[in-house]
């Protein structure tokens, strides 16, 4: 399926709730530091009662397929905190022409499903990991256990998912130690670890972050020159390389330095529904009618409208001070919070 710039859509993010159990500082407030009451009503987690359900979510994933979307990722929030994830996962991977079904967690329950999501025919995850420093890791989740994510990878290896990707964002410059351990996940193990630069989003905006470029530079200094070596995989945006003597290839997700819009192959549904044609930006549809309807007619016309109204790139904009930030006025302003919008 194309949209209206001639872009291959093949790929879908699928959230399955908005809850999550970290509060990380650059995807949303603590709990016990902003209050509902003082957020904007789109900021506050929904009702779980409001979440697509197991059977919704199948559905969609098969009108997906028929449209020629082959590749879904299980996001939220946090997919695990979920009872039915792995439920889930098993039923999005038997829809015929589904090539591939990954998920993307905090680590913090995976030592206890990994086993369960490999025989659900789960095909690959990813884990958000920002710092091998246990103190700055429970700085920077608000609370998180390192331990517990580090277990979690190894139980991932363990089920036979090779390589596990780590994905991780640099809040600032002052966090090169962070690149460097980060990294050598990859030189050591069948890890496959990806930078992906800060998005003004949300919390985001705080928070300067680190291009693809400054990492690069961080990591060639320690490890020597990195080899580019394309697309490790087919589905995403990601440019990989190698640095000599690494197991794995290092990447870099880089959508501000190093826009990819023009070869954006995804949209999102977030975990009540709405299909979200851009992560920046507020353009796509509501599908809930259409299911309460049990009109797939109309569902695949409203996937095929989302899609048509994908915008020719994200809008941010650079500052006087060089960062880049979302406009926040009009139509198209970044809403809420990463965790809201599935990533």
Same mark, same amino acid.
């Given at each position: 399926?194309?949209?209206?710039?001639?872009?291959?859509?093949?790929?879908?993010?699928?959230?399955?709730?908005?809850?999550?159990?970290?509060?990380?500082?650059?995807?949303?407030?603590?709990?016990?530091?902003?209050?509902?009451?003082?957020?904007?009503?789109?900021?506050?987690?929904?009702?779980?009662?409001?979440?697509?359900?197991?059977?919704?979510?199948?559905?969609?994933?098969?009108?997906?397929?028929?449209?020629?979307?082959?590749?879904?990722?299980?996001?939220?929030?946090?997919?695990?905190?979920?009872?039915?994830?792995?439920?889930?996962?098993?039923?999005?991977?038997?829809?015929?022409?589904?090539?591939?079904?990954?998920?993307?967690?905090?680590?913090?329950?995976?030592?206890?499903?990994?086993?369960?999501?490999?025989?659900?025919?789960?095909?690959?995850?990813?884990?958000?990991?920002?710092?091998?420093?246990?103190?700055?890791?429970?700085?920077?989740?608000?609370?998180?256990?390192?331990?517990?994510?580090?277990?979690?990878?190894?139980?991932?290896?363990?089920?036979?998912?090779?390589?596990?990707?780590?994905?991780?964002?640099?809040?600032?410059?002052?966090?090169?130690?962070? $690149? #460097?351990?980060?990294?050598?996940?990859?030189?050591? +193990? &069948?890890?496959? %670890?990806?930078?992906?630069?800060?998005?003004?989003? =949300?919390?985001?905006?705080?928070?300067?972050?680190?291009?693809?470029?400054?990492?690069?530079?961080?990591?060639?200094?320690?490890?020597?020159?990195?080899?580019?070596?394309?697309?490790?995989?087919?589905?995403?945006?990601?440019?990989?390389?190698?640095?000599?003597?690494?197991?794995?290839?290092?990447?870099?997700?880089?959508?501000?330095?190093?826009?990819?819009?023009?070869?954006?192959?995804?949209?999102?549904?977030?975990?009540?529904?709405?299909?979200?044609?851009?992560?920046?930006?507020?353009?796509?549809?509501?599908?809930?009618? $259409? #299911?309460?309807?049990?009109?797939?007619?109309?569902? +695949? &016309?409203?996937? %095929?409208?989302?899609?048509?109204?994908?915008?020719? =790139?994200?809008?941010?904009?650079?500052?006087?001070?060089?960062?880049?930030?979302?406009?926040?006025?009009?139509?198209?302003?970044?809403?809420?919070?990463?965790?809201?919008?599935?990533?």
């Amino acid at each position: 399926m194309q949209d209206a710039y001639g872009r291959e859509i093949n790929y879908a993010r699928i959230s399955i709730t908005d809850q999550c159990n970290l509060r990380c500082v650059y995807c949303m407030p603590a709990a016990a530091c902003v209050s509902a009451e003082v957020l904007r009503p789109q900021q506050r987690q929904v009702p779980q009662d409001t979440y697509l359900s197991a059977a919704e979510i199948l559905r969609i994933g098969t009108v997906f397929a028929d449209l020629g979307i082959h590749d879904l990722r299980v996001t939220g929030g946090e997919p695990l905190v979920r009872s039915d994830a792995v439920d889930i996962v098993r039923s999005l991977k038997k829809i015929p022409d589904i090539r591939r079904v990954a998920l993307t967690t905090n680590g913090q329950l995976l030592g206890n499903m990994a086993a369960s999501l490999k025989p659900a025919g789960l095909d690959g995850i990813n884990v958000s990991l920002d710092t091998l420093d246990a103190v700055a890791y429970r700085s920077i989740t608000r609370g998180g256990d390192l331990a517990l994510t580090l277990a979690g990878i190894d139980a991932a290896l363990a089920a036979g998912f090779s390589p596990v990707k780590v994905n991780c964002v640099l809040l600032d410059r002052d966090r090169r130690d962070d $690149a #460097l351990g980060i990294a050598a996940l990859a030189r050591d +193990r &069948d890890i496959r %670890v990806r930078f992906i630069e800060m998005m003004p989003i =949300g919390m985001g905006v705080n928070f300067a972050g680190v291009s693809g470029g400054e990492v690069r530079n961080i990591l060639e200094e320690a490890y020597g020159p990195w080899e580019p070596a394309g697309a490790a995989d087919g589905s995403g945006p990601a440019r990989y390389g190698r640095f000599q003597g690494f197991r794995e290839a290092i990447g870099f997700i880089s959508p501000l330095s190093d826009r990819f819009c023009g070869k954006c192959n995804r949209i999102r549904l977030s975990s009540t529904g709405f299909l979200r044609s851009c992560l920046h930006g507020e353009a796509g549809i509501n599908l809930r009618p $259409a #299911l309460e309807q049990q009109d797939d007619v109309q569902l +695949r &016309d409203d996937i %095929v409208s989302a899609v048509n109204s994908k915008a020719a =790139g994200h809008r941010f904009s650079i500052t006087a001070d060089g960062q880049e930030q979302a406009e926040q006025a009009g139509p198209g302003a970044a809403p809420a919070f990463m965790s809201q919008i599935g990533g």
